[in-house]
């Protein structure tokens, strides 16, 4: 599976951002897709995850902020992010299972929240 993230960028605190992530085959034959995010020196960590039957599940720190989505006619994958601050400065990555046991993931966008 190759995964292209897009929509990264330099926004100010407060501001939003959609990210895209876009798939080479169906999304919908994915078991689970998710974002996961890493700042300089910290571990990657889960955003936000949709399953095949669309429930969803985000990371703590979210707090209503985020939302994911995907758009089965466009095999994409969407993370729409509102009231953005610094601490949400990191490589923003897109990952796919197309099984529970296999995981592909996509090069990254960086967001960089600053004013």
């Known amino acids: 599976v190759q995964l292209v993230e897009s929509g990264g960028g330099l926004v100010q605190p407060g501001g939003s951002l959609r990210l895209s992530c876009a798939a080479d085959?169906?999304?919908?034959?994915?078991?689970?897709m998710a974002w996961y995010r890493q700042a300089p020196g910290n571990e990657r960590e889960l955003v936000a995850e949709?399953?095949?039957?669309?429930?969803?599940n985000y990371g703590d720190f979210v707090k209503g902020r985020f939302a994911i989505s995907r758009d089965g006619a466009k095999n994409t994958l969407y993370l729409q992010m509102s009231s953005l601050q610094p601490e949400d400065t990191a490589v923003y990555y897109c990952?796919?299972?197309?099984?529970?046991?296999?995981?592909?993931w996509g090069q990254g966008t960086q967001v960089t929240v600053s004013s």
């Open positions: 990952k796919a299972n197309p099984r529970f046991f296999q995981e592909f």
């Open positions: 949709i399953s095949n039957s669309g429930s969803t």
């Open positions: 085959r169906d999304i919908f034959d994915m078991v689970k």
